[in-house]
């Protein structure tokens, strides 16, 4: 910016919540301030021309509608345009932030902000701004195609979401952290939206986000994903269940259709703990599974369930790779009897093996911690360790076999 002052439209209606920080600005000397009191939903035919003659249009957003989202677009449609900035509340739900963003919002503030900090802000944005100011959010630092891996289980309690959480743990292979190459980037994805456990596998707090996707039906994009995700210390992104009781079949195959295709873009690894439920919004999902680890135990029961789920998901997805995943049994040195009938009956063979460690689960879930953390030596560890190892391997192979992607 030159010398000149910056201008900035401040929509302040008087029926509308004022902006407390915009108090004095009017007073600052680099800062020419216009006050309009029509609502941003309202400035419909001069908004082109307030957004063309001023650097920022400031004004305050508790909730959003239709019609401010259509007022945004519209200001920003003509050549040289403000940048707008929202101020909002803290109770702004994500899903408004992102439909505010994605109009084309380029900030926004929260509405505690001191009157000092928000003129701070307001000439660094002016000074900041570059043609690209209104453009789609940027673009993604690393063009990935990750690998999605499901996570579900033959009955309640198997342990489908100690698998995926420490799976998810091992496919970061943070062994390679003094090596030159960075470790994977993993993402692990609770689904489980009415009873997950994964936040307190991680001593991580819910989200909500999937709770608000079910209740307003909006399509996830990056920049709601993004702000959906809890990173943890070990470099771990989760995406917790939310707290309030989602009604489950409220979420969309197109939200989740969504939600996949984003977080494929930006991690190595996605990683689904499945709910228990067959939904329909899990479509989508299936299609775009590379591998699906089913957890079992070998009781009859147990591999009947295993087996109807397996026709399910593979009528979902014919390529559909499943793999057995064993819990609570060691591996035993020749199959018995009962090992080979399940075999015969899951078409497939018991491929993997989790011995029975309630010192190390146990551990692992009161610290709020992997096994590799709470009982790094342990035989469960070292089990799930292998299960990495082989997972990563086989969907390496099957990388050199790309799938046929259905339209
Ligand atoms: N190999 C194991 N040895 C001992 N305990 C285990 C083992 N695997 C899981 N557990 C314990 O079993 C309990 C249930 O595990 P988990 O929550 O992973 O099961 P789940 O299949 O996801 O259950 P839900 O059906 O409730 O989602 C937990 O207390 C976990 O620590
Ligand atoms: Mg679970």
């Known amino acids: 910016m030159s010398e000149q002052p910056i201008k900035v439209a401040l929509l302040a209606p008087q029926d509308g919540s004022p902006v407390a920080a915009a108090e004095g600005l009017d007073k600052r000397k680099d800062l020419r301030l216009t006050k309009r009191s029509e609502h941003l939903s309202k400035v419909n035919g001069t908004g082109v021309a307030l957004a063309q003659s001023h650097d920022i249009i400031l004004f305050h957003a508790d909730s959003v509608n239709d019609a401010d989202l259509k007022a945004i677009t519209g200001m920003r449609a003509e050549g040289k345009s403000a940048k707008l900035v929202a101020i909002a509340s803290d109770a702004m739900k994500v899903t408004d932030l992102y439909r505010l963003k994605n109009a084309g919002v380029a900030e926004v503030i929260p509405d505690s902000i001191t009157p000092d900090d928000l003129y701070q802000q307001l000439m660094s944005y002016a000074r900041a701004a570059a043609p690209a100011a209104h453009a789609a959010p940027a673009a993604l630092p690393h063009m990935r195609r990750g690998r999605v891996i499901t996570v579900t289980q033959s009955r309640g309690g198997i342990g489908s979401t100690t698998v995926a959480a420490n799976l998810a743990d091992q496919l970061q292979d943070r062994r390679r952290r003094f090596s030159k190459t ?13 009873f997950g456990t994964i936040a307190a596998a991680f001593d991580a707090p819910p989200n909500e986000v999937l709770y608000e996707l079910a209740v307003n039906g909006d399509i996830p994009d990056a920049f709601v994903v993004e702000e959906a995700l809890h990173r943890l210390e ?67 029961p147990s591999i009947r369930q295993a087996r109807r789920l397996i026709n399910f998901y593979t009528e979902e997805n014919t390529d559909l790779e499943v793999q057995i995943v064993v819990n609570r049994e060691s591996k035993p040195t020749f199959k018995r009897s009962h090992h080979k009938a399940a075999e015969k009956v899951l078409e497939r063979q018991l491929l993997h093996w989790l011995p029975e460690d309630p010192h190390a689960a146990g551990r692992a879930l009161d610290h709020g911690v992997p096994l590799s953390k709470a009982a790094g030596r342990s035989a469960l560890s070292k089990s799930i360790y292998r299960l990495g190892r082989a997972a990563k391997k086989s969907l390496d192979e099957t990388k050199k076999q790309p799938k046929v992607v259905k339209e």
């Open 182 to 194: 960075e470790p994977n980037r993993v993402v692990l994805v609770d689904l489980d939206i009415q």
């Open 234 to 300: 070990s470099g771990l992104s989760i995406l917790t269940a939310p707290d309030q009781f989602a009604p489950l079949d409220a979420l969309k195959p197109e939200q989740l259709k969504a939600l996949v295709a984003n977080l494929r873009l930006r991690f190595d690894y996605v990683i689904f703990d499945l709910p228990r439920a067959l939904v329909d919004w899990l479509a989508p999902l299936i299609e775009e599974t590379d591998l699906m680890l089913m957890v079992t135990d070998t009781s009859v």
